[in-house]
């Protein structure tokens, strides 16, 4: 058994998040629920991968927005096309991408931010450690 990694995080913008994530990143929606004691949410990421993404909007609750720019989720991709296909997809759903705070991220990737401020990486190389 591979363990699996799930990375909760609450919203107040569950559709601009989907068309972040969906739509801009490529996710795959695997599951969602609504109502559930008082919870929206749902969850992305790839079939076969060991993690996912949820984000949940609580009824009645506003969530705080990213406490910084240097919060990230970094997407590993070496295949130099494939990455260009990712960064095309998200400008092509209207993500333009953003200075990165760390000035490391911008030597071999592109940075962008979710509607919740929270700043995703696509890295163009291969992750060693």
Known sequence: MIPKLRVARPTNALGPLLTFY???????EICSFSNHDGFDGVML???????????TVQHHHSAPLAPSAEHLLVFY?????EWQAAIERMQAHGFAPVVAYNPYW????????DPDGYRVVLQNANWEY
């Open 45 to 55: 990421g790839h079939p076969q991968a060991p993690y996912h993404l949820e984000f």
């Open 77 to 81: 991709l070496p295949n130099r096309p």
């Open 106 to 113: 911008d030597l071999q990737g592109l940075t962008f931010e």
């Open 22 to 28: 969906r739509d801009g990143l490529g996710l795959t």
